[in-house]
């Protein structure tokens, strides 16, 4: 099985992405199966663990170290991506990436490779793009740039602060359309109780 981190939205945001997702959808026919997790920018994309509970643990700590902060969203942006044998897209909101973003993303790869061994997943490290997925696939990339053009007024420049980290579960056979949830939720900070 796969899992991932991942730094919730907050209820406005998360009803924003929501209704985002909805109308690109009934507009454009994307299909909304990735809108199964909540809206979410990962801190570290998934990677294989034998078992979730293994990290229970570790999610507590990690979320107990890192007091709740502030994240900008900058605006919509579409991504190239082969999808079904479909040259298609990701549409995702862009997140203004910070140190302390950065710090997370190399903390996590840093203390996953101590606790498990081998944790790497496609896109860690440098390179890695901090983001909050509206759209995946379902139509070709000319229909994405569509939905860019249409919709990159509904985003821009919004900040929200960051309250709850989660971790994703994601069964070995898992898609679109199944075989992933929302394992755990914490909230940031150390708690008195």
């Keep these: 099985m796969n899992a991932t981190f991942a730094l919730l939205a907050n ?11 909805w109308d690109v959808h009934r507009k454009y026919h994307t299909g909304i199966e990735v809108t199964r997790l909540p ?9 294989e663990i034998a078992d979730l509970g293994l990290l229970e643990g570790y999610m507590h ?13 900058t605006g919509l942006q579409v991504v ?20 302390l973003l950065r ?17 790497q997943a496609p896109f ?25 053009a249409a919709f990159s007024g509904r985003i821009a420049n919004l ?13 070995d056979k898992a898609s679109l359309d199944q075989g992933y949830m929302t394992y755990m939720v914490l909230p940031l900070g150390k708690r008195t109780i």
């Design 159 to 171: 900040t929200y602060l960051v309250q709850e980290l989660a971790l994703f579960g994601y069964d």
């Design 61 to 73: 700590q990690l979320a107990d170290s890192i007091n709740p902060f502030e994240v900008e969203l």
């Design 39 to 47: 809206p979410h920018i990962s801190l570290k994309q998934p990677f």
């Design 80 to 99: 190239p991506a082969r999808i079904d044998d479909l040259d298609s897209a990701i549409l995702w909101i862009d997140v203004q990436e910070t140190e």
């Design 11 to 21: 209820y406005e945001i998360h009803n924003l992405v929501r209704k985002l997702a």
């Design 103 to 119: 710090g997370l993303h190399n903390r996590i790869n840093h203390e996953l490779e101590l606790l498990i061994g081998d944790a």
């Design 124 to 148: 860690d490290g440098a390179a890695y793009h901090f983001h909050m997925t509206v759209a995946i696939g379902g139509q070709p990339i000319e229909v994405y740039q569509q939905i860019l």
